[in-house]
């Protein structure tokens, strides 16, 4: 299975710190994709990054990709009580158009 | 620029009924696709539909069906409901298989079967 899977599980930190979560794959990708969904609603796309970047910015968030070892990270810098949700990762193969997402990390930011 | 829509928001259906549930793309994308994501999981691929044509399919039993439409919207049907069919179901629409300019999530229909 291709599905990617998120570490840790759960997250939780004050508001103000930095939050960084991991996702690790099993196959070649065409780019992996992190999403955002807040209390089982829909998915917010953040951040997509292609199988020959290393790292990306948007804002309070930086993405790396290794696609030797097949990971990914998310940090969110400067967490806000608004950035509690669930964090997923998302990845594509070459010529194939559907997702494949791991089982998320959950982040709970306290104010 | 309305986002993708999706309806109904919740449903409560009983074993062994059929239930529709209903996604209309964001303008200007022509292909949907439908996920089905378990409490406490990540969304996993049903099928995606593009030119009035099922694409690509997920490993989804044949109870699990779909429709697009000449407007580009599209149905879900579930067929003879099992308890470990509730979840929570989200569309997603792109322009072009490829997702060329990205996708779009809805907001997903939550079923619930009991």
């Known amino acids: 299975s291709q599905q990617g899977e998120e570490d840790p599980q759960a997250l939780s930190i004050q508001e103000g710190e930095n939050a960084t979560m991991n996702c690790s794959y099993k196959?070649?990708?065409?780019?992996l994709q992190w999403y955002r969904q807040n209390s089982g609603r829909g998915l917010v796309h953040l951040i997509l990054?292609?199988?020959?970047?290393r790292e990306k910015h948007s804002g309070r968030l930086r993405v790396t990709l290794d696609t030797s070892k097949k990971s990914s990270s998310l940090l969110i810098t400067a967490s806000r009580a608004a950035d509690t949700a669930s964090y997923f990762c998302a990845t594509t193969e070459y010529n194939f158009n559907k997702f494949y997402f791991g089982s998320g990390t959950k982040l709970n930011v306290k104010p | 620029d309305a986002g993708v829509t999706q309806s109904p928001t919740h449903l409560i259906k009983t074993r062994g009924q059929q239930v529709t549930l209903r996604c209309s793309p964001k303008s200007g994308h022509d292909t949907v696709s439908w996920y089905q994501q378990a409490l406490g999981q990540g969304p996993q691929f049903i099928f995606q539909y593009y030119e009035e044509e099922e694409r690509q399919r997920g490993n989804f039993p044949d109870r699990f069906s779909g429709h697009q439409y000449p407007n580009y919207s599209s149905e879900l049907n579930v067929n003879a409901l099992l308890l470990g069919d509730s979840a929570l179901y989200l569309c997603?629409?792109?322009?072009?298989?490829?997702?060329?300019?990205?996708?779009?999530f809805g907001s997903g229909t939550r079923l619930t079967v009991v």
């Open positions: 997603a629409s792109s322009f072009r298989q490829g997702g060329a300019g990205g996708y779009t």
């Open positions: 196959t070649s990708i065409n780019n």
């Open positions: 990054i292609r199988s020959n970047e």
